[in-house]
């Protein structure tokens, strides 16, 4: 399995409206695109304008061809694209162990 985890400062004043988006965007495109296995996300609390948030894969390449490459991509970013003050920074991650152990 694959983290991605990325971050993004919301335009000021448009953090409701992006939140209703997210949903709206993982309910309706990602749970379309193969690989995909979850999602969380995560407010800032000193600058309530910026999010973390985490998708899972099932592969690197569901997220950097499968989704990235296909349309759904494109329908992911009209719905919060409108939203970012910069494109999100995004990066993979693979784990390696955690605590307590499942």
Known sequence: MIREIGSVEVLEG???EF???IKVGVSTVLVRAGGFQGFQLHRG???SNTYTFTLLWETLEDHTIGFRESSLFAEWRAILGPFFAHPPIVEHWT???EF???
């Open 95 to 97: 784990p390696l162990w």
């Open 100 to 102: 307590p152990n499942p």
């Open 19 to 21: 939140e209703a988006a």
């Open 45 to 47: 609390i000193e600058r």
């Open 14 to 16: 448009r953090e409701p």
